[in-house]
């Protein structure tokens, strides 16, 4: 980016947090300034030049996505698309586990305090705790194995062989499309109608 001896402060960039061109496509002007020693003049600057330099790319490359010509460029594609559609689901699924049940046993055992409160708590407050106690136990201990569940999932994802990924390409190719084209619009290449669905 200094390349063109604009006096931009790579180094502050790079301090940022900005380690490429994408990290910097990816964010706004607004943001950029926010870095020490580049002002909002040279953030317009460094926006602009990585927005020209993106969209040259991406008249030059297109990707043609087909399970008859499966090349480097699309599976390297297909993988990270596979990865990115997968772990949202996982995601989801520590959030089930995990829920707002807890909350309200977890307050009611801060009730205790010191264990001086416990003392003075009426029968059935103490019993509701106790309760909850044992809810949370046998919560943690489903969760567990719960999360042990969703640990070998992520681990299959990771090692999701190649032609395990073409394979679920075929049967959900609209999936990988519209997430491609809602990151990068435009990608494919103008000729593939339909976006060249197999």
């Known amino acids: 980016m200094n390349r063109g001896k604009n006096g931009i402060r790579v180094k502050a960039l790079r301090d940022f947090g900005y380690n490429n061109y994408a990290d910097i496509y ?13 002002s909002a003049y040279t953030a317009n600057e460094v926006k602009h030049t990585v927005d020209q330099f993106a969209e040259s790319i991406r008249a030059q490359v297109k990707i043609r996505i087909n399970t008859d ?8 594609v297909l993988c990270l698309l596979y990865k990115y559609l997968k772990y949202p689901a996982i995601r989801e699924k520590v959030k089930d586990i995990v829920g707002n049940s807890a909350d309200d046993r977890i307050a009611a055992l801060r009730k205790v305090g010191n264990g001086v409160p416990w003392i003075f708590m009426p ?34 994802i990771n090692k999701a062989k190649e032609s395990e990924i073409w394979h679920d390409f075929e049967l959900h190719s609209a999936d990988y499309y519209a997430l491609l084209e809602e990151l990068v619009p435009e990608l494919f290449a103008p000729e593939d109608s339909m976006y060249g669905l197999p």
């Open 123 to 156: 029968r059935s407050q103490r019993e509701h705790i106790i309760r909850c106690y044992h809810t949370l136990t046998d919560d943690c201990t489903m969760m567990e194995q719960r999360y042990g569940d969703l640990q070998a999932e992520f681990a299959q």
């Open 69 to 76: 010509d499966r090349n480097p460029l699309a599976t390297k």
């Open 26 to 38: 990816q964010d706004s002007a607004a943001h950029i300034c926010l870095v020490q020693g580049i």
